[in-house]
């Protein structure tokens, strides 16, 4: 039986009803970059804030090596959680979700938001194209929902914050490892006025919204964006090149990095990282100074044997551990997150999640204290309440104190001290949120014992170092002595005393 084949005029028939799909513009294969980057961004966001244990702020996730178009993923992320509750909404009274886009409903969450409220969605996707076609069951949908509530528009529904937007300046750290502070001032003088921080040296302050993510000084690790705050605990520590140092809870890194420029990049650093997804950030941002002092190490800072020889040498402790972070929670847009909402205001104060993580920062603060040959520690926290800040350093005041350490002073000329709770919360350091723009906390302990028999044996050793060359010369012209024995001349008159003698030898010798 012949094989049926279609004439010239039904293949061309065929051709013309075969739809023709349209390569996507490079912008819209920017934007579906972007919204796959923000869902990514947005799923780690929910799941730490869902556990209470965040792998990192919203900001510091957007802006981290891995994504790209930081710009775009900021803002989508951004304005999809201020929406998340209404979106949510929308998607459960639409019932539109099929089993299968609910396995990914992160990026449903934001690609409904660009239908609803934001820019207009290409095609280009197969999620896009999923939702497209249910556009008009979500506005619907929508529509049901204000109507319910009694409201007109979409921002009645939000009940959006109404206060103003903290304008904080643009704070840099300099890393020291690869530039120094006056090219960095040039090079970001040519875009934006720059000053010097009069508290932290190579710290540059810029005007508040500076767009620095993408410049070349950021990329390669020259300068690092990080608070001015932050930027006081290391300096504080103050380790010199040289020793060897633990930054026990040092995810993201940034602090850690800091202590390497502290110390020139000589002596040790072991960082110590739990959390496996934060590992990976603090080994990035490492590789970026260029620390070649740091070790990471990814493990539990508790777990660390004062008594194990590896750490026998151990000199400082920068102890920053996981805190509340009501001191910086504006600056971390934690005010976006579902559990802020949960709350109710922002003024609430989860008492019992703060009994624990004040139970973890005494231990941990204990357990530095116990590394026999420690002199510095300090312990700080971006947080505001008393419990994580005050009455930590004041219950392990006793146990300090047993073995040898007292409170310092850090910062003297820093006006803002601890809270009044116990005599000697002069010597604690505070920022406060609304002058400072973010709340901070820094204790330092010392172990002056220690470090005064250091600086006697330094004080030794270097005195005996300028006294061996006079050493070796008595001992030259004893030598000298011992061969050169006075022998009394046969003429009296010309014959030279023993003194004389002595000296005339002497003179030949050297």
């Given amino acids: 039986m012949a094989r049926w084949k279609p004439t010239a005029a039904q293949r061309s028939t065929v051709r013309e009803r075969k739809p023709i799909e349209k390569k996507p513009s490079n912008a819209e294969r920017s934007a579906l970059f972007a919204r796959r980057e923000a869902a990514k961004v947005l799923r780690s966001t929910l799941q730490g804030d869902a556990r209470r244990r965040a792998v990192g702020s919203i900001k510091s996730l957007v802006y981290s090596p891995s994504v790209r178009n930081k710009k775009a993923t900021f803002a989508l992320v951004c304005q999809t959680l201020k929406h998340l509750s209404i979106i949510k909404d929308v998607l459960e009274e639409a019932n539109v979700?099929?089993?299968?886009?609910?396995?990914?409903q992160e990026l449903m969450y934001i690609i409904a938001y660009d239908l609803l409220f934001g820019q207009e969605v290409s095609l280009s996707g197969d999620a896009e194209k999923y939702l497209m076609l249910k556009k008009d069951a979500l506005q619907s949908a929508l529509s049901r929902i204000l109507r319910r509530k009694g409201v007109k528009t979409v921002e009645d529904l939000l009940g959006l914050d109404k206060k103003s937007e903290v304008r904080k300046p643009r704070y840099v750290r300099v890393n020291t490892l690869k530039i120094d502070t006056e090219f960095a001032k040039s090079e970001l003088r040519q875009q934006y006025s720059v000053q010097e921080d009069d508290m932290v040296p190579d710290l540059l302050i810029l005007p508040p919204g500076a767009d620095l993510h993408n410049h070349p000084l950021v990329k390669n690790g020259s300068i690092f964006l990080q608070g001015r705050a932050s930027s006081m605990a290391a300096?504080?520590?103050?380790?010199?090149?040289?020793?060897?140092?633990?930054?026990?809870?040092?995810a993201p890194g940034n602090k850690t990095v800091h202590l390497a420029a502290l110390m020139k990049g000589k002596g040790k650093i072991i960082a110590c990282e739990l959390n496996k997804d934060r590992v990976k950030r603090l080994q990035d941002n490492v590789k970026l100074a260029g620390a070649i002092n740091v070790k990471v190490k990814h493990g539990d800072f508790l777990n660390l044997d004062p008594k194990d020889p590896s750490y026998s040498k151990v000199r400082a402790i920068l102890l920053d551990?996981?805190?509340?972070?009501?001191?910086?929670?504006?600056d971390r847009l934690d005010h976006l997150l579902p559990s802020h909402s949960a709350e109710g205001t922002s003024d609430h104060v989860?008492?019992?999640?703060?009994?624990?993580?004040?139970?973890?920062?005494?231990?941990?603060?204990?357990?530095?204290?116990?590394?026999?040959?420690?002199?510095?520690?300090?312990?700080?926290?971006?947080?505001?309440?008393?419990?994580?800040?005050?009455?930590?350093?004041?219950?392990?005041?006793?146990?300090?104190?047993?073995?040898?350490?007292?409170?310092?002073?850090?910062?003297?000329?820093?006006?803002?001290?601890?809270l009044p709770t116990f005599d000697g919360s002069e010597h604690l350091l505070r920022t406060d949120p609304t002058i400072d723009k973010e709340g901070f906390f820094i204790s330092l302990f010392v172990r002056e014992d220690l470090a005064q028999n250091e600086e006697h044996q330094i004080r030794r050793n270097s005195h005996g170092r300028t006294r061996k060359p006079l050493n070796v010369f008595v001992a030259k012209m004893l030598k000298v002595s011992r061969h050169h024995q006075f022998k009394p001349s046969r003429n009296r008159a010309n014959a030279a005393t023993p003194r004389e003698t002595h000296r005339t030898s002497l003179f030949k010798q050297f």
């Fill in 97 to 104: 979700l099929s089993a299968k886009w609910k396995k990914h």
């Fill in 235 to 250: 300096v504080a520590l103050g380790p010199k090149p040289g020793w060897k140092v633990i930054d026990a809870c040092s």
């Fill in 321 to 330: 551990p996981s805190c509340s972070g009501s001191g910086t929670a504006f």
């Fill in 350 to 418: 989860d008492v019992k999640r703060l009994q624990k993580l004040a139970g973890f920062q005494k231990k941990a603060l204990e357990h530095a204290l116990s590394f026999p040959s420690v002199e510095r520690i300090v312990y700080s926290t971006c947080s505001i309440h008393q419990t994580e800040n005050e009455d930590v350093v004041n219950s392990v005041l006793h146990f300090a104190s047993s073995l040898g350490f007292k409170l310092a002073t850090a910062f003297p000329q820093w006006p803002r001290r601890g």
